[in-house]
């Protein structure tokens, strides 16, 4: 059912979203089903939120404290279905993260500060979404050009990122904007998974299975009334 | 409305647009009509809105004929092609009302002093595409606004906006062609009997751009709108991606 919009010789032009009709019930079904599918799978074998651990890098933005505490708040509940404290150790992510990120050549991402800060990200999906997809780039001639041949791991970091601005999103057509791009991104992330033979090593699937969780928990939010969403809300 | 021309890109907006200009006696003084007629092909998706503004069954060379407009013909339907720019030049307008075909790219725009062109949004926080579905979904309503373009995306100076709140007379089926082509006449209608006696208004505030959206968003902006409806049936989508 999903193989029109996954398929991985289509999604190397994005058109099948330039160009969807109307899908109806089914196609949202299977959308949810191939979501909840690839959930299990990645926790069968052995991701957790809890081996994710610490998204809240220590080095984030400090007046966003609310924000920060917020999902703290949503990550905990979505790692238990409770309100359970769970032990947050930034250090060893944190580092994973700036360290990929640099390996992978990213220039506006390179700055770990940055990584944090609602404009970097929003740059980024709009790069996305403009560009279609995460590793085309333009050189100074104005041509198309690869830059980044493995793209599975870039494109992972970027919709965790993006997954957690939506979460934190400060109003409601941010939160869509957000959202619009992570559920496209999770659909690129899902091709090369379940197409492409990309693996996921035990990190990324953590990072890949909170980044799932996230991105249900802001479709939860838009589908029960995005209109009524009050600002800063962000649980 | 002499030196007022429409460049007519076959589609069910072209159409409307048309029509409710004329019958609201908003003749335009000439009209450019792109590609041949095996491109004015109506779909049988397209049913007439309720109020019988237009009918989209009505092919453009037949509403040119009943208003006996001046029509000059171009067989490229591309909206940037030179044979356009030459004709529009040829015309000498001081507005052109777009209808649709493409994205104007600045050669085009500096065929004529000033192109007219409804967005389906409030400017400047609804800019981009898709922004029917984003209305619906953030706003429960969709507000259109007439504009002189600019090079840069929705960034034109406005003429005019109008909201429409949801209609239990659009559908999920019609909201892409029939709905939207009635709500952006609507607003076309409104600018084209006051835009000599505006100035448009340079765009304040904060932009936000939005993106194709994704179906399974727009299956949301549909149900919402289905939700007004009561005629139609509910599905909680939701509740089952979230199970």
């Known amino acids: ?235 | 409305m002499k030196r007022t021309i429409f460049v007519l890109h076959p589609s069910i907006r072209a159409r409307a647009y048309l029509q409710r200009a004329c019958i609201n006696g908003l003749k335009p003084g000439k009209v450019i009509r792109l590609g041949s007629d095996a491109d004015d092909v109506a779909s049988r998706a397209w049913t007439s809105p309720a109020d019988r503004s237009f009918d989209p069954q009505e092919s453009l060379r037949e509403t040119i004929r009943r208003f006996d407009l001046n029509e000059v013909h171009v067989e490229d339907p591309d909206v940037n092609s030179e044979s356009l720019c030459a004709a529009v030049r040829a015309v000498d307008p001081d507005l052109v009302v777009f209808t649709g075909g493409g994205v104007l790219q600045p050669a085009t725009l500096a065929s004529a002093p000033a192109w007219l062109h409804v967005h389906p949004g409030r400017l400047p926080d609804r800019r981009g595409s898709t922004c029917i579905h984003y209305g619906l979904l953030l706003d429960g309503a969709v507000e259109a606004s007439a504009m002189i373009m600019r090079a840069g995306l929705d960034e034109g100076p406005v003429i005019c906006t109008r909201r429409f709140e949801a209609s239990t007379q659009w559908s999920a089926e019609g909201l892409d062609h029939v709905d939207d082509a009635w709500i952006r006449s609507s607003v076309l209608v409104d600018a084209l009997a006051h835009w000599r006696d505006v100035v448009p208004r340079q765009q304040t505030g904060t932009p936000r751009t939005f993106f194709v959206i994704h179906p399974v968003l727009k299956h949301f902006a549909l149900g919402l709108l289905e939700e007004t409806n009561p005629r139609a049936r509910r599905v909680d989508h939701l509740e089952a991606i979230s199970s």
């Open chain 1, 1 to 235: 059912m999903l193989d029109t919009y996954l398929g991985p010789t289509r999604l190397e032009t994005r058109k099948p979203y330039s160009f969807s009709p109307y899908h109806g019930d089914a196609f949202v079904d299977a959308h949810r089903e191939a979501r909840a599918q690839w959930i299990a799978e990645l926790q069968e074998r052995g991701a957790t939120v809890e081996r994710f651990g610490a998204v809240l890098d220590p080095r984030a933005p400090r007046d966003d404290a609310d924000r920060r505490h917020a999902l703290d708040v949503w990550l905990q509940r979505t790692a238990t279905e409770s309100l359970a404290t769970q032990p947050l150790d930034a250090g060893a992510w944190s580092e994973r993260i700036g360290r990929a990120h640099l390996d992978a050549k990213l220039p506006l991402i390179e700055d770990r500060e940055a990584n944090w800060s609602f404009e970097t990200i929003e740059h980024w999906v709009q790069r996305f979404e403009a560009f279609g997809c995460v590793h085309t780039l333009y050189d100074g001639g104005g041509r198309r050009v690869v830059r980044d041949p493995n793209r599975t791991p870039v494109v992972l970091r970027l919709s965790f990122a993006t997954a957690w601005a939506a979460v934190s999103a400060r109003d409601a057509a941010q939160c869509v904007i957000l959202l619009n791009a992570l559920l496209k991104m999770m659909d690129l992330l899902q091709a090369q998974v379940l197409h492409g033979g990309a693996g996921l090593d035990d990190d990324e699937a953590s990072m890949a299975l909170a980044t799932l969780l996230m991105e249900r928990r802001v479709l939860d939010r838009v589908s029960t009334g995005v209109g009524r969403m009050s600002e800063g809300t962000a649980t």
